[in-house]
């Protein structure tokens, strides 16, 4: 049974710092490209982040770069979204995804996901 468990959302004020996790199972987590994707109310699902199979490469939308890092850590099965000088156009249901394809960006190319955590970032 696939599990993948984010944890870690909340409000902040603009300028602060929030970490995203995510902890998965039920799949070989070292065969998948995992990913962020975000959603704002009203508005698509777009891709935030993406780390290779083995962690060593790293694509990130535009509006991102320079202030959010994502990493991965295998051995434990975990995938992390460190966000730095958040701006309120940052709030959005955050999600972590897998696939094994290094079709980072194509949400249509992962096959499990979470549940989502919110993120409220405040001006």
């Known amino acids: 049974q696939v599990q993948m468990v984010e944890s870690g959302g909340g409000s902040v004020q603009a300028g602060n710092s929030l970490k995203l996790s995510c902890t998965a199972s039920g799949f070989i987590f070292g065969d998948y490209v995992m990913g962020w994707f975000r959603q704002a109310s009203g508005k698509a699902r777009e891709f935030v982040a993406a780390?290779?199979?083995?962690?060593?490469?790293?694509q990130y939308r535009d509006s991102v770069k320079g202030r959010f890092i994502v990493s991965r850590d295998n051995a434990n099965r975990m995938v992390t979204l460190e966000m730095g000088k958040l701006k309120p156009e940052d709030t959005a249901d955050y999600y972590c995804?897998?696939?094994?394809?290094?079709?980072?960006?194509?949400?249509?190319?992962?096959?499990?996901w979470g549940q989502g955590t919110q993120v409220v970032v405040s001006s």
């Open positions: 995804a897998a696939t094994p394809s290094w079709e980072y960006d194509q949400s249509r190319q992962y096959e499990y």
């Open positions: 780390v290779h199979w083995y962690g060593d490469k790293f």
